[in-house]
């Protein structure tokens, strides 16, 4: 699971950003490369085929090169939340072209959704929401969450792993539980899927 830049990873592409703003290709090549896995979580969770999140990926990484090249970013220490910025302008942008495309299909083109259909965009937008939940947590709160139920280890194994004590493992995946239940109980409110 992929997060946007919490701890010494936010501390590390603040540093990237103005050694890449003050013209480091190095340092820029860098940057993009810690902020891509982040970019592209976020494109598959409302895109569905590989050549749209493809296409999301690149366009999104475009605008930032343009933005550190053009010295756009005034905070680079907040670089993670203008890299978020940046995908959630591209999602909107999306949404209303797909809204209007959708409204030229309904005044000039007549198309039937089947139940099926509209079930499985409910169930993609639910997905989405859930991991934009999971994408808030700590790294050690999705690494416990991960441990738990993804890879089903017991606790004890959890705790090695995180090198924290088993009852540690059981309150940090509690509080996670009861963070992620708070969070999806709320509406998405950017994007395409709310």
């Excluded at 290709?25 to 970019?39: C, G, M, Q, T, W």
């Amino acid at each position: 699971m992929v997060g946007w830049g919490v701890g010494d990873d936010a501390v590390a592409a603040s540093q990237l950003a103005c050694a890449a703003i003050d013209g480091d290709r190095d340092a820029e090549a860098r940057l993009l490369a810690r902020v891509h896995p982040s970019i592209q979580a976020f494109a598959r969770r409302r895109l569905k085929s590989e050549a749209d999140i493809n296409e999301f990926c690149q366009h999104a990484c475009l605008l930032l090169v343009e933005a550190v090249r053009a010295r756009k970013i005034e905070e680079p220490e907040h670089f993670w939340s203008f890299a978020l910025g940046v995908c959630r302008n591209l999602s909107r942008n999306a949404a209303r072209r797909q809204e209007r495309r959708q409204a030229l299909w309904e005044a000039y083109g007549p198309r039937e959704t089947g139940v099926l259909d509209q079930y499985e965009l409910e169930a993609h937008e639910r997905r989405g929401h859930l991991e934009d939940c999971l994408a808030r947590l700590s790294v050690r709160a999705r690494e416990v969450i991960g441990q738990t139920f993804f890879d089903e280890s017991p606790p004890a194994e959890i705790a090695q792993s995180l090198q924290i004590s088993t009852g540690n493992v059981r309150v940090v995946r509690h509080r996670t539980l009861v963070a992620l239940r708070e969070c999806l109980n709320r509406p998405q409110t950017y994007g395409g899927a709310q």
